[in-house]
């Protein structure tokens, strides 16, 4: 018998540069074993000094993409990235509504490293009320932790705090990534369903070559959920694969180069 390889779709935005969004999502889902397919909701003109122009598609390109997908493929898990605005978090909220496709990962991008914004503060309430409630794990940094839970995250109380706010917006699990602290160590808080909640550490990394780190993150639980891999070890699985290509990243580019 042919067995069916695991299967997933990412919902992102496309980096020009190659180095996060939807590339990065592809070649990570590959590197786990994880066939993608993508809804493209937008373009970004981009490249490792910055994002230099945004355009979201038309929704009728958006459903259009969601509608092949959806006619011939088994999905086993789904993962979105930069939705641009409300309308755009909306039209995708709907589809995932309506199709009801399992294991939810929402990576809440709002800031790129370079500074620009990829979400407008309407489409990050939209992601709140339609989003979250779907949601099998959300991944928000520290700022975006602290825009979804309304509160500021200084101490590691604060984090414990901020995860318990976001799951009571909807979202089942929460990890919140330290990469925006300092410290000799990033540490990352994870709260699960049940309230069960653990670190996970890592060494701090010195490098600007950090460019879709926070995407490469996602794709891999995305990855590892679309084989059946529960929740809690998914995101171990991802935390160790993000850890190992972070020490080799590529040498391109003027600005914040691209992960491996
Ligand atoms: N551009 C797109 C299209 C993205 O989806 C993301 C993150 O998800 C970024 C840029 C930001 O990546 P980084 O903050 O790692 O530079």
């Given at each position: 018998?042919i ?46 000094l910055?994002v ?5 598609l ?19 898990a ?24 399992p294991?939810?990962t929402v ?74 602290g ?15 909640d ?6 701090r ?9 926070g ?26 694969y993000?850890e ?17």
């Amino acid at each position: 018998m042919i067995q069916q390889y695991p299967t997933a779709l990412t919902i992102a935005g496309s980096d020009s540069g190659g180095g996060a969004g939807l590339q990065a999502d592809l070649k990570t889902m590959q590197a786990c074993q994880t066939f993608s397919t993508n809804v493209i909701v937008g373009i970004t003109a981009q490249n490792t000094l910055g994002v230099q122009g945004q355009y979201p598609l038309p929704k009728q390109v958006v459903t259009r993409q969601f509608a092949s997908i959806l006619a011939d493929f088994h999905i086993q898990a789904v993962k979105t990235g930069a939705l641009f605005d409300a309308e755009h978090v909306q039209m995708v909220a709907d589809e995932l509504q309506w199709s009801r496709l399992p294991n939810l990962t929402v990576d809440p991008v709002m800031i790129a490293k370079g500074g620009a914004h990829l979400l407008t503060p309407a489409g990050i309430r939209k992601i709140k009320s339609q989003l979250l409630p779907q949601a099998t794990i959300v991944t928000p940094n520290l700022p975006e932790a602290e825009l979804l839970a309304e509160q500021q995250i200084i101490s590691e109380a604060d984090r414990l705090s901020a995860a318990k706010k976001i799951q009571q917006l909807g979202a089942k699990n929460v990890i919140i990534k330290g990469g925006h602290g300092s410290g000799p160590l990033v540490k990352d808080y994870v709260r699960l369903a049940n309230g069960d909640d653990f670190w996970l550490t890592a060494p701090r990394v010195k490098t600007k070559r950090t460019h879709g780190t926070g995407d490469t993150l996602s794709a891999s639980i995305t990855a590892f959920l679309a084989q059946g891999l529960g929740i809690s070890t998914a995101i171990q699985r991802a935390h160790a694969y993000l850890e190992m290509i972070i020490e080799k990243p590529l040498v391109l580019g003027h600005g914040h180069g691209p992960l491996n």
